[in-house]
């Protein structure tokens, strides 16, 4: 029954901000990787910014110093602030939980349903 829930998903302005929220529960993912996807009309899903256990953040270059992820590892949740928004950043966003399975890297990924983002004027 993990279950992995988006919320914050608006039509917002060219320019403007928005701040994305991501509620696990189910499991802990505490110790685990978690981090956003996103996916555009005829794209494929594309990693946005993911962040491990100690605070280690990777972003993709089309949002680096735009968007921040964030974690309480103690609510089991991760946040995304969007900021200088840009209508490519038009896409359902997805919040994702990894489980490593085994020391060889096998692993199982947990996804949320998504919430839609719309950026235009």
């Known amino acids: 029954q993990v279950q992995l829930v988006e919320s914050g998903g608006d039509l917002v302005q060219p320019g403007g901000s928005l701040r994305l929220s991501c509620a696990a529960s189910?499991?802990?993912?505490?110790?685990?990787?978690m981090g956003w996807y996103r996916q555009a009309p005829g794209k494929q899903r594309e990693m946005v910014a993911i962040m491990d256990s100690d605070g280690t953040a990777k972003y993709a270059d089309s949002v680096k110093g735009r968007f921040t992820i964030s974690r309480e590892n103690f609510k089991n949740t991760v946040y995304l602030q969007m900021n200088s928004l840009k209508p490519e950043d038009t896409a359902v966003y997805y919040c994702?939980?990894?489980?490593?399975?085994?020391?060889?890297?096998?692993?199982?990924?947990?996804w949320g349903k998504g919430t839609l983002v719309t950026v235009s004027a």
């Open positions: 994702n939980g990894r489980i490593v399975i085994n020391v060889e890297g096998a692993a199982r990924d947990y």
């Open positions: 189910g499991r802990s993912f505490s110790r685990n990787v």
